[in-house]
């Protein structure tokens, strides 16, 4: 990116009659960009370029937090998660990979992960569990989520 890199704790840079070698130790996203490598000698000079990509396995920029809701209200479960390359989300109910339904819908845009409940019933309280994984590793967040019932009389006074 137009800057000159020198050798340091974090460079490594061994030259040899034939070619010329850049390692860059404990890398992060400030790596990357496009580097190039100049050669010159009394007969000439010549230049080589190279695009260079971090990957990163996911992680939670904002995990799952429990979310307490009424019988009958619509609630949604949400976290944000960053990484390279392409990050795939899934849903999880206790062990069982959910599927989007009427009830349940899933989205994932601009990083943030959304489990949409339109109607909450009881049986909708459990433990839900986010995982995000790409090509370089998986991570998960997990939280409670709690359905309430309103009181109501069972037999009404006479």
């Given amino acids: 990116n137009g800057r000159e890199i020198t050798q340091s704790e974090k460079r490594s840079i061994t030259t040899t009659e034939k ?3 850049l ?3 404990s890398n992060t996203k400030d790596d990357e960009g496009e580097y190039s490598c100049h050669i010159e000698n009394e007969f000439g000079r010549d230049a080589c370029q ?3 990509s971090i990957l990163e396995p996911p ?6 937090e429990p979310v307490v809701v009424t019988v009958g209200d619509s609630a949604s479960l949400q976290c944000q998660v960053d990484g390279t390359p392409e990050i795939k989300v899934s849903w999880y109910k206790g062990d069982t990979k959910l599927r989007p339904t009427l009830a349940h819908k899933m989205y994932f845009s601009n990083n943030i992960a959304t489990l949409e409940f339109t109607q909450v019933v009881t049986n909708d309280s459990g433990t839900y569990s986010c995982k995000a ?6 991570v998960s967040t997990t939280a409670l989520f709690t359905v309430q019932e309103p009181p109501k ?4 006074l006479e």
């Fill in 133 to 138: 994984e790409n090509s370089v590793g998986e």
């Fill in 59 to 64: 992680y939670f920029v904002r995990p799952l």
């Fill in 153 to 156: 009389f069972v037999k009404k």
């Fill in 23 to 25: 390692e860059i130790f």
């Fill in 19 to 21: 070619s010329c070698i």
């Fill in 50 to 52: 190279a695009l260079v």
